[in-house]
């Protein structure tokens, strides 16, 4: 077997949830059960990057930014360093990622999501790639994406040539793989997205869905009880993650709850999301109906809980609408209605046998507690769907081996001729 990739660097921004981290977790350790001996290094804005160190995995942690998806603008702004403007972050973040290239060398580069990086912060990176490609120096060039994005991605930067003429470079073409972490069927990204090109048609992997937990790897009942100390009682699982009409969303569900005298029958567990403001958090916890529900906050490796529970809440973002594919839990999905409509295209591809749909308006109305109970009483389910991350893994780095194997060889040769000339 050949080992021509000893090094992957990973990007990964997370400036609104915590599924590109997830994802790219998922993505590494994948890859990791077939190549133990690669390095692994991710640059990320991520919140919680001890997902990555509890899996031996290093992270260069960016100042993080966040995005306002409930303004209308989509504003950005520090998440954290208040006191500095968004231009010095950025500035910083850029100087950061070119340093931890130039340490690192890797053999590849996973560009996760956003083709330029968050607010094009890559560009310079992406530079590199295109000075450096076919020749000394190049390292793989991999784009890794869900498959529904928000928008068309930047395709073309400007560079000024030798000649001081303005010319531009096609992003698409630096990229060697573009691999998409879903099935062609629910969306086509050339058509959608990419211009229906040719070329990079030729690029464009459809790897299927991806989750962090394999079917096989879900633990037990009794196990999942005694990790989150619960009783041993059915379970209704709530997960709304963190836009602005999360406190009416979570207030309405737990009347609905009461109204169909659930809250005593069942276990209701309502995770808050760690982007959550503190205020709405300490309003909801304070709520009289919040007694009996247990409130827990952010827990990585949800989906345990989700596998057991016998209704689940949440949003249809890629992670969650995926577990519940993976595990085929009865599941009301309310997408959340920003995006530029992602999770409302993601839910039409949702199975109807265990899936009830509602908007966000659907849910507040009364008589949705009508709707969630006939879900809960139906008898129909679906089975589980095992996605497998090792087989994306696998298909990944024996691409990039021999990408490498071929690149190298050519440039080796190359060389050679050169030095007897």
């Known amino acids: 077997m050949t080992t021509n990739i000893k090094r992957l ?6 400036s609104i949830g915590l599924g590109h981290a997830f994802r790219t977790l998922a993505l590494i350790t994948g890859i990791r059960k077939w190549r133990p001996d690669i390095d692994f290094l991710v640059i990320s804005s991520s919140s919680i990057p001890q997902i990555f160190f509890n899996e031996g995995i290093e992270v ?9 998806i409930d303004s209308d603008c989509n504003r950005m702004c520090p998440r954290y360093l208040t006191d500095f403007d968004l231009e010095t972050v950025f500035e910083f973040r850029q100087r950061l990622i070119l340093e931890t290239f130039d340490f690192f060398k890797p053999d590849a580069l996973v560009v996760e999501h956003n083709m ?5 912060e890559l560009i310079p990176l992406l530079m590199k790639k295109w000075m450096r490609k076919g020749g000394q120096g190049d390292f793989g060039l991999v784009h890794l994406n869900r498959g529904i994005m928000r928008w068309v991605p930047l395709l073309q930067i400007p560079y000024e040539n030798p000649r001081h003429r303005s010319e531009s470079i096609n992003i698409g073409e630096l990229y060697d793989f573009m691999y998409v972490l879903e099935d062609r069927e629910v969306i086509d990204i050339n058509k959608a997205f990419l211009g ?6 030729k690029k464009i992997r459809y790897l299927g869905k991806i989750t962090n937990k394999v079917y096989d790897e879900l633990p037990g009942r009794e196990a999942v009880l005694s990790r989150f100390g619960l009783p041993d009682r059915p379970i209704v699982l709530i997960s709304l993650g963190r836009n602005h009409r999360v406190a009416a969303l979570s207030i309405r569900l737990m009347e609905c709850l009461k109204q169909m005298d659930l809250l005593d029958k069942y276990q209701v567990v309502m995770v808050l999301d760690p982007y959550l403001d503190g205020d709405t958090k300490r309003a909801l916890c304070a709520h009289p109906l919040s007694a009996k529900v247990e ?8 989906v345990d809980l989700l596998s057991h529970a016998d209704l689940v809440v949440s949003r249809a973002g890629y992670n969650i609408f995926n577990e519940v594919l993976l595990t085929g839990a009865k599941a009301v999905l309310i997408p959340e209605s920003h995006g530029g409509g992602e999770q409302e295209q993601r839910v039409r591809s949702a199975p109807r046998e265990n899936i009830l749909v509602l908007t966000e308006d659907e849910a507040l109305l009364p008589g949705a507690e009508a709707a969630i109970f006939d879900l809960l009483e139906q008898q129909s389910c679906r089975p589980p769907q095992k996605f497998d991350k090792y087989a994306i893994g696998r298909v990944v780095i024996d691409e990039l081996e021999e990408w490498a194997a071929n690149e190298r060889g050519h440039s080796a040769t190359e060389a050679g001729a050169l030095s007897k000339m």
């Open 295 to 302: 409130m827990r906050c952010f827990v990585p490796d949800l």
């Open 116 to 120: 330029t990086g968050q607010m094009s």
């Open 196 to 201: 229906n090109d040719p070329e990079l048609e």
């Open 9 to 14: 660097l990973l990007y990964t921004h997370n």
């Open 60 to 68: 260069i942690k960016l100042p993080s930014v966040k995005l306002d």
